[in-house]
């Protein structure tokens, strides 16, 4: 994945029943090349009763998606763009938004 998408992340979903939502990345989960957004891919879940004051419920919780299926939002030109890599004379290595040419980061 290398890191092309972070956490606190302005994306748009690209795909699926909530094309074209923007949200802010809440969780990466780099192994499974998946990440949680604010607001986006609400599914139910069933709670079952654990102690007496807690009760049983259907709650609705956010489910991660697949990186491929969201684009990083440009601070610079507002759009969901693709990100690309740049190595700084000073040896840091910064994304860069590969539509306007201005840094991500």
Not at 47 to 56: I, L, N, W
Not at 62 to 68: F, R
Request: hydrophobic share 35%; charged share 30%; net charge positive.
């Amino acid at each position: 994945m290398a890191a092309k998408v972070r956490r606190n992340d302005t994306v748009e979903i690209m795909t699926g029943k909530d094309s074209g939502k923007r949200g802010e990345v809440r969780r990466v989960l780099p192994k499974e090349q998946r990440l949680v957004v604010s607001g986006a891919n609400i599914v139910k879940r069933h709670r079952r009763q654990r102690t007496a004051p807690e009760a049983s419920a259907i709650v609705e919780v956010e489910a991660p998606l697949h990186v491929s299926n969201v684009r990083v939002v440009c601070p610079a030109c507002t759009q969901a763009v693709r990100v690309g890599f740049r190595i700084l004379e000073a040896g840091r290595k910064i994304r860069f938004c590969k539509r306007c040419n201005e840094s991500v980061d």
